[in-house]
């Protein structure tokens, strides 16, 4: 009885994971509705969010297009040149994609989008 009980439970949780690991779960709502941004982050990024990202967009209206902030692969900061030139911060940003193995890239450079690119979107 007790491997019955052992093995019904690790079936339990194959069944409850595989959806998951393969981000083909739903996203479910109760007492109201998702937010087309919320919606989307729950599946990863789009093409079309992809898309509507352009060279020299603010990254507060890029992250807001892809449903919130990336992680940060890379960054750096070269001084400005008192009199001459501000400091430049340059980020990279990265986003998984809705479809497996899939991404999105970002280069902010002091605050707005500078490069883009993407992998495996549809």
């Not at 083909?24 to 919606?39: D, H, K, L, S, Y």
């Not at 193995?101 to 883009?116: A, C, D, T």
């Amino acid at each position: 009885m007790k491997y019955v009980v052992v093995a019904a439970f690790v079936a339990a949780v194959v069944v409850i994971s595989i959806p998951i690991l393969l981000g083909t779960c739903a996203v479910v709502t109760i007492g109201g509705a998702v937010n087309e941004a919320q919606e989307e982050r729950a599946g990863g990024v789009t093409m079309a969010q992809f898309q509507r990202i352009q060279v020299g967009m603010p990254q507060a209206e890029a992250e807001r297009i892809l449903g919130g902030p990336g992680e940060l692969m890379s960054e750096n900061e070269i001084p400005g040149v008192p009199g001459f030139s501000d400091p430049v911060r340059t980020a990279m940003y990265s986003w998984d994609g809705r479809e497996l193995l899939s991404s999105v890239n970002i280069m902010f450079q002091s605050g707005k989008v500078f490069q883009r690119s993407q992998f495996g979107l549809k």
